[in-house]
């Protein structure tokens, strides 16, 4: 907030801080993620007016110090909020950009080359930089490359007929309803790998991979074989597909021409 207000956050500091305790015993969550938390409440309790606080949370600020005291904070690296003027800036021009998204187009013709899980992942990193509600990333990248699952796998879009056969990767996106778990917040896991799944796509491109992005139906039935295929938890949902691979050189892909600015903005009491 700006300007600071002297006390805040005071109706959830005591839950937050049991929420990363935790989630700092939980071996699911990465040292880089834990050092983030402990490094924003260290700066919480360094910054805001002790008298403020209950004893109660007095108490757990001593915790949470014990708790961290091995991680190193209040150096260059501090996972805290930074000035605007700070953040890092990318050196690139909007036309670089566009050239970027003029490369990636929906590609179904790969060749036959399996795709290697380092590069999968060095996409995934750029992937998850992408905005999400929260911050919680709801989402995950099932990779499947095995001949067998992947042929099951690619019967059950509707959207792959003609060129099923030939996709060597495929990556299912899922997302987790319980990062969400009440009612008016449902649709965001959708929202959310959305997002992430468009720089997934991008982050491909600028390491020689294609895709393309397959449907997957809201169909009840279809979601019990898929649920049942992977093994998916009741509470995950597949979101949609991805083909994955290194495109066949002479392997068509169609000409997609996109609408223009002047067919999609309007302004409203704008008077320029
Ligand atoms: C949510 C979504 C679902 C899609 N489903 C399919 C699909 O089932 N089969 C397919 O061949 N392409 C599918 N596509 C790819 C679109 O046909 C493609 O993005 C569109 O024609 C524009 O082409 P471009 O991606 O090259 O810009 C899908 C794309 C999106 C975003």
């Not at 690296?77 to 000035?83: N, Q």
Request: glycine content about 2%.
């Amino acid at each position: 907030m700006e300007p600071r207000k002297c006390v805040f956050a005071l109706d959830y500091i005591d839950e937050t801080v049991n929420a990363f305790y935790e989630a700092s015993r939980n071996p699911y969550h990465s040292e880089r993620e834990i050092k983030w938390a402990s490094d924003v409440l260290c700066e919480y309790f360094d910054v805001i007016e002790r008298e403020h606080l209950s004893l109660k949370t007095v108490l757990l600020l001593e915790q949470v110090k014990c708790r961290v005291n091995k991680i190193a904070r209040h150096n260059a690296d501090a996972h805290i909020p930074y000035t605007f003027s700070k953040r890092k800036l990318a050196n690139i021009s909007y036309e670089q950009l566009k050239m970027l998204f003029e490369q990636r187009r929906s590609v179904r013709w790969f060749e036959n080359k399996p795709v290697p899980k380092s590069v999968i992942e060095k996409a995934v990193d750029l992937a998850t930089l992408a905005p999400s509600a929260c911050n919680r990333q709801p989402y995950h990248f099932l990779v499947i490359d095995d001949g067998q699952l992947l042929d099951e796998l690619m019967a059950l879009p509707i959207g792959t007929k003609g060129f099923a056969h030939n996709v060597p990767c495929s990556i299912v996106v899922t997302a987790d309803l319980s990062y969400f778990p009440t009612e008016k917040d449902r649709h965001l896991i959708y929202i959310d790998s959305a997002l992430a799944t468009m720089q997934l796509m991008l982050a491909f491109e600028t390491l020689g991979l294609s895709s393309c992005p397959i449907n997957w139906p809201d169909i009840e039935e279809r979601e019990e074989k898929i649920s049942s295929l992977l093994d998916l938890d009741t509470t995950v949902r597949p979101i949609l597909l991805l083909a994955v691979g290194y495109g066949s050189e002479t392997g068509k892909i169609p000409y997609s021409q996109k609408k223009g600015a002047s067919q999609l903005v309007s302004y409203i009491n704008n008077e320029s």
